[in-house]
């Protein structure tokens, strides 16, 4: 694993990203007059370039995302490699921080990606991926619709270890454009999330992609939710390069796949009010890409799980839920 500050990697991006805002259709503004705020969908039109560069912030600067064509029903598609997947998309790109504020009807929840985890979460993870960094400016991108309140932003920089005027927080709200291709980006950080609840072997994961197709943002929460995850669960594909023997190798292809959960099958919607919109009720196995390939560095010989679904990619992308 790269010894590399993804604090350090992922600054010249967020720096590129505010001096391009006009062009990007984000808002730059500060919170208490103190921490940066990059507004990417909520009070700005945003768009998929925007998108794509957040995605690429979220992988700590260790990874590519492009966006480019493909076929069938919805030819828009991101492609996202890392030549150290394992810390781009565990160690940065999964919300893995759980940001709270509040109680009640103005209680504010959300989720945080990107480099800031490493220095505030406290996530068991990191133990696990012995990596550690130090950084003086920090960036962390966060699921919402409405800004952070300056209370909790106080804190976040203090678990930071950073003063709140080195502190970046890019909001990317689940119905914009550019939260429905960071989201969708995630499709090779969710085949690594599985794999390692799988209890697969992190550093035997020596490289990977993927692929996803963009779906068309809705203003309606569940709606926007639903195809930002199901563009993954019927449409994406990871390729994963692993120093491995051919068993475990044929062993995680076959149970990666999201067609190998109990709770496959129909859209994402309608799982979660089947499971009383309750996300522990759901089978965590669920979140992960239609295809898998993984190819065995020790052997040679590739194998395969899963298959795209696009009937049910179109009951998702055309379809109105909530």
């Not at 599985?194 to 020596?206: C, D, E, M, Q, S």
């Amino acid at each position: 694993m790269t010894t590399a500050s993804i604090n350090r990697l992922t600054a010249p991006l967020v720096d590129a990203l505010v001096a391009d805002r006009d062009a990007l259709r984000v808002s730059l503004g500060w919170l208490d007059q103190r921490a940066a705020v990059v507004d990417a969908g909520i009070e700005t039109r945003g768009g998929l370039e925007a998108g794509r560069r957040i995605a690429e912030i979220c992988l700590g600067g260790l990874g590519t995302v492009q966006l480019t064509s493909g076929s069938g029903d919805w030819p828009l598609r991101v492609v996202v490699h890392s030549a150290d997947p394992v810390l781009a998309c565990l160690g940065s790109q999964y919300a893995g921080w759980s940001l709270s504020h509040g109680e009640g009807k103005s209680a504010w929840q959300a989720l945080g990606s990107g480099p800031a985890r490493v220095l505030g979460s406290g996530e068991d993870l990191f133990e696990e991926l012995d990596y550690r960094d130090q950084a003086e400016r920090t960036c962390l991108v966060i699921e919402t619709d409405r800004p952070p309140p300056t209370e909790l932003v106080k804190k976040i920089s203090e678990k930071c270890g950073v003063y709140e005027e080195n502190l970046t927080l890019i909001l990317t709200p689940t119905s914009s454009l550019a939260g429905c291709v960071q989201i969708v980006a995630r499709v090779l950080e969710t085949a690594l999330h599985k794999a390692h609840a799988l209890g697969f072997p992190l550093t035997a994961i020596v490289d990977g992609m993927g692929t996803a197709p963009v779906c068309p943002p809705s203003p309606k929460f569940l709606t926007a939710m639903s195809r930002t995850n199901d563009a993954i669960l019927f449409g994406g594909t990871v390729h994963l390069f692993v120093e491995a023997e051919d068993e475990e190798a044929e062993s995680l292809a076959q149970k990666l796949p999201s067609s190998a959960s109990s709770d496959y099958g129909r859209p994402f919607a309608e799982v979660f009010k089947g499971a009383g919109y309750d996300f522990y009720k759901i089978d965590p196995m669920l979140f992960s890409p239609a295809e898998v390939i993984v190819s065995s560095l020790r052997t040679g010989r590739s194998f395969r799980g899963g298959r795209l679904d696009p009937e049910l990619l179109n009951a998702s992308f055309t379809r109105e839920f909530g």
